[in-house]
């Protein structure tokens, strides 16, 4: 993950020609592959220079904010995001800016504005699968536990079974699970938890709820066997992250 109030809204995904002319800078393009390809660093690099020599581009401001969002910066964030809603230029994945939003509030705590602007982008955007889970997130926050099952049931059904959303559908059957294991329904928890992580094995915090889980049914071996693998995926995370930040 337009906020409620904007008025006159410009087409969210325009042709280039529609896109005034000092708005545009050649290295956007550059800077927008560094984003999706998860090159944070060099995106952050290129838009900052973008900015110096364009700082009315709504796009750079966004893409900035998508940056800093994504390298744990919300405070920094929020701002630019704001900013490049605000501009009123439009630009590409202007309808996909209070997803982020979403996030970046909620990131700092802001649940209800975080919630407005998930609404605010499914309302806009009705198959964005992560804007219906990050309301499912607050929900749980909230212990609205009917609201966020049926969020993440739409979740669920948006990303759909594809080789390519593999990890988002196992964070959401993990988020199923931990409805379960709220409701002392722990076999089922299990086995949400234990499709989540045949998806995604590498996700350390699910490997601990499962063990919990496993704990509660009285399975203290495969509990251990579970914390086991927990501490061997983190070692891997950390070691990739390492090497990554190298």
Do not use: C
Not at 42 to 59: G, H, K, N, Y
Not at 121 to 150: C, F, N
Not at 151 to 180: C, F, H, T, W
Not at 197 to 221: F, I, N, Q
């Amino acid at each position: 993950m337009e906020p409620a109030g904007q008025v006159a809204k410009p087409d969210p995904n325009p042709p280039v020609s529609a896109i005034a002319q000092q708005q545009m800078h050649p290295n956007l393009a550059v800077a927008s592959q560094l984003v999706a390809a998860g090159s944070f660093l060099d995106a952050e690099i290129v838009l900052t220079a973008i900015l110096q020599e364009r700082p009315d581009s709504a796009q750079a401001e966004f893409l900035l904010g998508v940056v800093y969002l994504k390298t744990q910066r919300a405070a920094r964030a929020l701002p630019l995001l704001q900013a490049s809603l605000a501009s009123g230029q439009a630009f590409t994945g202007r309808t996909h800016v209070e997803h982020f939003m979403g996030w970046a509030n909620y990131q700092l705590g802001e649940l209800d504005e975080a919630k407005r602007a998930f609404q605010s982008h499914v309302a806009a955007v009705p198959t964005a699968d992560d804007s219906y889970y990050g309301l499912a997130v607050i929900a749980l926050d909230e212990d609205r536990v009917g609201d966020a099952q049926q969020a993440l049931e739409r979740a669920l059904e948006l990303v759909g079974s594809s080789p390519r959303r593999v990890r988002d559908r196992a964070k959401i059957l993990a988020r199923l699970g931990d409805i379960e294991f709220r409701a002392d329904r722990i076999e089922p928890a299990v086995s949400l938890f234990e499709e989540s992580l045949e998806l995604y094995s590498d996700h350390v915090e699910v490997w601990g709820k499962l063990a919990r889980a496993l704990d509660r049914l009285g399975r203290a071996d495969a509990a251990e066997a579970a914390r086991v693998k927990q501490s061997a995926v983190q070692v891997r995370v950390d070691a990739r992250g390492r090497g990554e930040a190298e």
